[in-house]
């Protein structure tokens, strides 16, 4: 059984960092590209970033790109998103995401087969 589980958010200043935690385990961690999302209240699923299941490609959404970094560790089976510089429009339930084994970062939501539960940040201004 897959199960990915996200952890990090929190309440933070505008002008803040954060850094999520996403673990995963049911898979064989290291052949699964990974993305992560967000979403906020009566919006659409955003795509923040996504990485290769090597770590060697990384492709950022427009709003985030510059600010958020996304890194993975296969050996502990985690992947992270370093978020710099939060605004207010950051606020959202961010949420990982896997791909099947050997496939390649896409930007749809529907691309991915399997999800976290989510973890909220909220930034204040």
Do not use: H
Not at 60 to 80: E, K, L
Not at 86 to 103: F, I, M, N, S, V
Request: net charge positive; aromatic share 12%; glycine share 16%.
């Amino acid at each position: 059984q897959v199960q990915l589980v996200e952890s990090g958010g929190g309440l933070v200043q505008a002008g803040g960092s954060l850094r999520l935690s996403c673990v995963a385990s049911g898979l064989t961690f290291g052949t699964n590209s990974v993305g992560w999302f967000r979403q906020a209240p009566g919006k659409e699923r955003e795509f923040v970033a996504g990485i290769s299941w090597s770590g060697g490609n990384t492709y950022y959404g427009d709003s985030v790109r510059g600010r958020f970094t996304i890194s993975r560790d296969n050996a502990g089976n985690t992947v992270y998103l370093q978020m710099n510089s939060l605004k207010p429009e950051d606020t959202a339930g961010y949420y990982c995401a896997a791909r099947r084994t050997l496939q390649r970062i896409a930007v749809g939501a529907e691309e991915y087969s399997y999800w976290g539960q989510g973890t909220q940040v909220t930034v204040s201004s």
